[in-house]
Protein backbone atom coordinates (compact mmCIF):
# COMPACT_ATOMS: atom_id res chain seq x y z
CA UNK A 1 0.00 0.00 0.00
CA UNK A 2 1.51 3.38 -1.21
CA UNK A 3 1.45 6.17 1.36
CA UNK A 4 2.17 9.78 1.48
CA UNK A 5 2.87 11.59 5.21
CA UNK A 6 3.23 15.36 5.26
CA UNK A 7 4.88 16.88 8.08
CA UNK A 8 6.36 20.25 9.05
CA UNK A 9 3.54 22.36 9.00
CA UNK A 10 2.03 24.83 11.57
CA UNK A 11 1.41 28.37 12.16
CA UNK A 12 3.96 30.83 11.66
CA UNK A 13 3.44 35.41 11.47
CA UNK A 14 4.10 36.39 7.95
CA UNK A 15 7.17 36.79 6.79
CA UNK A 16 8.74 33.47 8.32
CA UNK A 17 9.67 30.48 7.01
CA UNK A 18 8.65 26.41 7.11
CA UNK A 19 9.64 23.26 5.66
CA UNK A 20 7.65 20.82 4.30
CA UNK A 21 8.95 16.75 4.04
CA UNK A 22 6.99 14.31 2.46
CA UNK A 23 7.53 10.98 2.91
CA UNK A 24 6.56 7.95 0.47
CA UNK A 25 6.05 4.60 1.14
CA UNK A 26 5.28 1.24 -0.68
CA UNK A 27 6.07 2.72 -4.01
CA UNK A 28 8.39 0.50 -6.20
CA UNK A 29 11.29 2.94 -7.67
CA UNK A 30 10.79 6.31 -8.10
CA UNK A 31 8.00 8.68 -8.78
CA UNK A 32 7.90 10.36 -12.28
CA UNK A 33 7.19 13.75 -10.10
CA UNK A 34 6.64 14.66 -6.96
CA UNK A 35 4.48 17.96 -5.63
CA UNK A 36 3.08 20.00 -3.00
CA UNK A 37 -0.47 21.19 -3.61
CA UNK A 38 -2.55 23.42 -1.11
CA UNK A 39 -6.15 24.15 -0.39
CA UNK A 40 -7.79 26.59 1.14
CA UNK A 41 -11.42 26.42 2.84
CA UNK A 42 -13.85 27.30 -0.40
CA UNK A 43 -11.18 27.32 -2.59
CA UNK A 44 -10.17 24.84 -5.59
CA UNK A 45 -6.90 23.07 -4.58
CA UNK A 46 -4.05 24.17 -6.66
CA UNK A 47 -0.75 23.49 -7.29
CA UNK A 48 2.20 25.26 -5.48
CA UNK A 49 5.48 23.31 -7.13
CA UNK A 50 5.79 20.23 -8.93
CA UNK A 51 9.51 18.51 -9.37
CA UNK A 52 10.15 16.13 -12.00
CA UNK A 53 12.62 12.91 -11.57
CA UNK A 54 15.26 14.43 -13.73
CA UNK A 55 14.94 17.57 -11.60
CA UNK A 56 13.16 20.46 -13.14
CA UNK A 57 10.86 22.18 -11.76
CA UNK A 58 7.89 24.40 -12.15
CA UNK A 59 5.92 26.96 -9.31
CA UNK A 60 3.20 28.54 -9.08
CA UNK A 61 3.25 32.36 -9.80
CA UNK A 62 2.02 33.07 -6.56
CA UNK A 63 5.27 31.16 -4.58
CA UNK A 64 7.77 32.13 -7.32
CA UNK A 65 11.21 33.68 -5.73
CA UNK A 66 9.76 32.75 -1.98
CA UNK A 67 9.18 28.45 -2.37
CA UNK A 68 11.52 25.86 -3.39
CA UNK A 69 10.78 22.29 -4.22
CA UNK A 70 13.58 19.53 -3.71
CA UNK A 71 13.32 15.88 -3.13
CA UNK A 72 15.74 13.16 -2.47
CA UNK A 73 14.59 9.62 -5.37
CA UNK A 74 15.76 7.00 -3.51
CA UNK A 75 13.82 8.11 -0.28
CA UNK A 76 10.41 9.43 -2.49
CA UNK A 77 11.08 12.34 -0.74
CA UNK A 78 9.84 15.53 -1.46
CA UNK A 79 10.38 18.66 0.46
CA UNK A 80 8.71 22.37 0.16
CA UNK A 81 11.08 24.95 1.87
CA UNK A 82 8.70 28.27 2.43
CA UNK A 83 9.89 31.53 2.77
CA UNK A 84 8.65 35.24 3.62
CA UNK A 85 5.13 33.81 4.12
CA UNK A 86 2.16 35.53 3.89
CA UNK A 87 -1.44 35.30 5.20
CA UNK A 88 -2.68 34.37 1.55
CA UNK A 89 -0.53 31.26 1.95
CA UNK A 90 -3.05 29.90 4.63
CA UNK A 91 -3.97 26.66 3.81
CA UNK A 92 -4.04 22.56 4.16
CA UNK A 93 -0.60 20.79 1.84
CA UNK A 94 -1.08 18.00 0.22
CA UNK A 95 2.09 15.98 -1.26
CA UNK A 96 1.01 14.13 -4.58
CA UNK A 97 3.51 11.33 -6.05
CA UNK A 98 2.90 10.65 -9.65
CA UNK A 99 3.33 7.17 -10.65
CA UNK A 100 3.46 5.53 -14.27
CA UNK A 101 -0.27 5.55 -14.62
CA UNK A 102 -1.55 6.22 -10.88
CA UNK A 103 -1.65 9.53 -8.64
CA UNK A 104 -1.06 9.23 -5.03
CA UNK A 105 -2.23 11.79 -2.58
CA UNK A 106 -1.20 12.71 1.29
CA UNK A 107 -3.27 13.55 3.96
CA UNK A 108 -2.38 17.19 4.16
CA UNK A 109 -0.40 19.12 6.88
CA UNK A 110 -2.20 22.47 7.62
CA UNK A 111 -0.16 25.59 7.18
CA UNK A 112 -1.67 28.94 9.21
CA UNK A 113 0.25 32.43 8.60
CA UNK A 114 -0.63 35.26 10.62
CA UNK A 115 -0.23 38.94 9.76
Known amino acids: QVQLVESGGGSVQAGGSLRLSCEAS????????MAWYRQAPGTQRELVAR???????NYADSVKGRCTISRDNPKNTVYLQMNTLKPEDTATYFCYGQGRVVGYWGQGTQVTVSS
Open 26 to 33: GFLGSFNA
Open 51 to 57: IFSAGST
